[in-house]
């Protein structure tokens, strides 16, 4: 059969653009299709009011420094034929979990948090050294079949205290838990590994730079990308994607298509869908975040030097979809002049809001109340910073919101699950023969777990798989 393309690609997210990277380079004839009229997906940028933006950008995780070879970040980098310098990482200073009764910090440094467990969870430090000797790793994310086992069953068997099982859920589970309460233990192992034993850093120019790296690196090799090219649907016959059916009128054919707009979304697209697979559900977990533009820097007017703060201030820690608009119960405060070297070339400070938010109760909101509304967490979120930030409100110059609602419009993750559906597909391969997924929903989220997902997908079912 002459088809188009050996491999169309949906979705110019991160996990999109490591594939294509990794196609092209072995000349394979590739093309990606983006819906938008840019690459980088739910981490991609946008200009507002004469600045530049990071849509999500928080932390890098994985963060290990050039020397450490064995790492996800040096594989991923090999693979995508990167340097570490090209990323222009800057290591965060410090970041801290701070619930009612205790507080602990990390660094990129996983002594530090050892130290820190055993001043003040003194009892628990051995049974925290044997849970870090038992972590699961990346390669049992990915085997098909395997039970998803209870991270919280897993961490009592190792700690008595749940206060420290909880302070140690709350990083973990605000980045990157698609579950409700609980979550996978091989999933919390990477997560504990990204951001404990390994690190936050931020790219020095932000996500623009990393963006802009990724797709000339893609299409330097071949890779072909249109952006504006939304797909309207996959026509399935005899148990294949036939064709790629084009917002736009046109018809696309491939060998294998690889989906990055998360499962329950991909199943949407298709028309048909076998009666005994699974019908995935989107997940419930979203966020509402603001972005602060402050006339000061926070470390030097404000004396706020932290990079990443976690807080909760309830005795157990509630990580669902809340009741209300969002749960300014607990939240993540990031301030990103807190990283080394950042603070040198910030002219502006900065600093982001997250809190868990209800997709349905936003998207009930007319247009006028939806606007009083962000206005109304806005202030709420600025309140709760302000315990650890005193004087903050005073510096806001500009500010911007962004609610579940805008997650779903701009990327179609339905009810903007930023971590997509608890329905993983561990090894991306789709009920559908030519039809994979990779990125959220092969079960490897952000930034780093992304690139390493679209990498995985592509060596695996295409250059070295069936
Ligand atoms: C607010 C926010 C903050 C975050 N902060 C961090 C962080 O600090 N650190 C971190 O590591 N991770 C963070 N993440 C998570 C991280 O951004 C994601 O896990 C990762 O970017 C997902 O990449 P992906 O390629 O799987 O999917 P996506 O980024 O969702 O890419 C999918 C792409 O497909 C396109 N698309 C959708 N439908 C269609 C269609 N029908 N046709 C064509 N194209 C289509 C979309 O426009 C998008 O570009 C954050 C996410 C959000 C939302």
């Not at 970040?73 to 290591?91: F, G, K, N, V, Y």
């Amino acid at each position: 059969m002459d088809y188009d393309y050996e491999v169309l690609i949906i979705g110019a997210g991160l996990s999109g653009l490591a594939a294509g990277i990794r196609l092209a380079h072995f000349g394979r004839r590739v093309c990606i299709l983006e819906k938008q009229v840019r690459a980088g997906g739910l981490n991609s940028w946008y200009p507002f009011q004469g600045r530049i933006l990071d849509v999500g950008l928080h932390a890098v995780t994985n963060y290990v420094p050039r020397s450490v070879k064995s790492a996800p970040l040096a594989r991923i980098l090999r693979q995508l034929r990167l340097s570490h310098d090209d990323l222009r990482l800057c290591p965060q200073r410090i970041s801290r979990i701070i619930f009612p009764e205790k507080e602990l910090s990390f660094t990129n440094d996983f002594q530090l948090l050892v130290q820190e467990i055993a001043d003040k969870f003194p009892s628990q430090v051995d049974g925290f050294l044997k849970l870090t000797s038992s972590l699961a790793d990346y390669g049992e994310l990915s085997s098909p079949g395997r039970e998803v086992v209870s991270a919280r069953k897993v961490l009592k068997q190792f700690l008595s205290d749940p206060l420290l099982i909880e302070m140690l859920l709350c990083p973990i589970m605000f980045y990157g838990n698609c579950r409700e309460d609980d979550m996978d233990f091989v999933q919390f192992s990477i997560l504990f590994r990204s951001i404990f034993t390994e690190g936050f850093a931020r790219p020095k120019l932000g996500m623009r730079q990393v963006i802009q790296l990724l797709v000339d690196k893609y299409q330097e090799s071949g890779g072909e990308l249109r952006y504006g090219c939304q797909v309207h649907k996959l026509i399935i016959h005899q148990g294949r994607v036939a064709e790629v059916h084009l917002a736009n009128g046109r018809i696309m054919q491939a060998k294998v298509i690889i989906s990055t707009v998360g499962l329950p979304e991909t199943r949407l697209l298709c028309s048909f869908w076998p009666a005994e697979a699974k019908e995935p559900k989107p997940g419930e977990i979203s966020f509402v975040e603001s972005i602060l533009m402050l006339d000061c820097l926070p470390s030097q007017s404000l004396g706020f030097e932290t990079t990443i703060l976690f807080y909760n201030d309830t005795e157990h820690f509630v990580y669902r979809k809340p009741n209300g608009l969002i749960n300014s119960l607990s939240g993540v405060i990031c301030c990103p002049n807190n990283y080394q070297e950042d603070e040198q070339m910030s002219t502006e400070g900065l600093v982001r809001l997250t809190h868990l938010a209800n997709f349905d109760l936003w998207s009930r909101l007319d247009q006028d109340e939806y606007r009083r509304q962000k206005e109304h967490c806005l202030r709420e979120s600025v309140e709760k910073a302000e315990r650890f930030i005193r004087g903050l409100g005073r510096h806001i110059v500009a500010c911007d919101t962004f609610t579940p609602r805008t997650i779903q419009r701009f990327t179609a993750r339905q009810k903007g699950a930023v971590y997509g559906t608890p329905d993983k597909l561990a090894d991306g391969r789709t009920a559908i023969k030519n039809l994979y997924v990779c990125g959220t929903d092969q079960g490897l989220v952000g930034i780093v777990g992304a690139l390493l997902s679209g990498i995985t997908v592509a060596n695996r079912w295409v250059l070295y798989g069936a």
